[in-house]
């Protein structure tokens, strides 16, 4: 009986090689949730005024992401867009947008006037809530650019339409543009922290980065479509949420929302107290 080993066939190392190379470039994470609302709404503006206005939602898109590999251990590097989904909606308080919006978005007053209301036909559709209730019935979070489509926006324009807060936007929102900030420095990305060298070594403090900046900090090719365009920001948002999957980084909401949140030109449920405001 020899003691020499025994040789692997060429077809058996090569697969062993495959195995070795894909083992190193597993980036696979636990991830908690099954899938990602991605959102970026316009509303309603007038120049030089900011996140205090009353502002209306005028368009609201969504790109709904699932993943591709998740294992039975709930790991997953694999993200994708699967439907998508935009409604523009009809503003009440001031129905007439103003020139400045429009050339903003791209909206017309046209696209608006004949739009319909919230809609959550599209997350029943899809499974992701129970389409009497409205309760979730699958682990799904809401992501955006920043955390004000929900904390400002959505917050103001349930106030404006006399509606509560719908069970299936409660909740934490996954902040992309924390997420990549926080990312990018933690991976040394130059140009992503405002750092003094004759100061001490500190914290760095970290920069909030724009979709075209999240884009450049991962490496991605420049914005595609029309910035400031709903669809076209939501589109480029989950490209963003792609890369970072395939980064290994764990996608989770943790930035809170107030839904009972108040601003000075809020009255009575539907009532904007148009005097308090500095810009009519």
């Keep these: 009986m020899s003691d020499r080993p025994t040789l692997k066939s060429s077809s058996q190392v090569q697969k062993d090689l495959i195995a070795t190379v894909a083992q190193k470039q597993d980036h696979r994470?636990?991830?908690?949730?099954?899938?990602?609302?991605?959102?970026?709404?316009?509303?309603?503006?007038?120049?030089?005024?900011?996140?205090?206005?009353?502002?209306?939602?005028?368009e609201w898109p969504v790109c709904l992401m699932r993943w591709?590999?998740?294992?039975?251990?709930?790991?997953?590097?694999?993200?994708?867009?699967?439907?998508e989904f935009r409604s523009f909606v009809k503003p009440t308080w001031r129905p007439q947008l103003s020139q400045f919006c429009k050339d903003l978005t791209g909206i017309t007053q046209a696209q608006v006037d004949s739009a319909p209301t919230f809609q959550k036909r599209f997350l029943a559709n899809h499974g992701l809530i129970d389409p009497k209730s409205g309760r979730p019935v699958q682990r799904f979070c809401w992501c955006s650019d920043g955390p004000f489509d929900i904390r400002d926006f959505v917050v103001k324009q349930c106030f404006i339409?006399?509606?509560?807060?719908?069970?299936?936007?409660?909740?934490?929102?996954?902040?992309?543009?924390?997420?990549?900030s926080v990312w990018a420095v933690a991976s040394g990305n130059p140009g992503t922290t405002n750092k003094n060298k004759n100061k001490p070594l500190i914290r760095p403090h970290i920069r909030s980065l724009n979709i075209p900046q999240q884009l450049q900090a991962l490496g991605l090719p420049a914005f595609q479509g029309r910035m400031h365009s709903g669809i076209d920001d939501t589109r480029n948002i989950?490209?963003?949420?792609?890369?970072?999957?395939?980064r290994g980084v764990r996608l989770e909401p943790k930035t809170s929302i107030n839904v009972n949140r108040r601003w000075n030109w809020m009255g009575k449920p539907g009532e904007i107290l148009e005097h308090t405001l500095m810009f009519q």
Excluded: H
């Excluded at 989950?238 to 395939?246: G, I, P, S």
């Design 29 to 58: 994470v636990k991830q908690p949730y099954d899938a990602f609302l991605v959102l970026d709404v316009e509303a309603t503006c007038e120049e030089g005024t900011g996140f205090e206005w009353p502002n209306e939602i005028i």
């Design 161 to 180: 339409s006399k509606a509560p807060m719908p069970s299936w936007l409660k909740g934490d929102v996954l902040d992309v543009r924390r997420v990549v």
């Design 238 to 246: 989950a490209r963003v949420m792609t890369e970072l999957a395939c």
């Design 68 to 83: 591709k590999d998740k294992s039975d251990q709930g790991k997953a590097c694999q993200l994708e867009i699967v439907d």
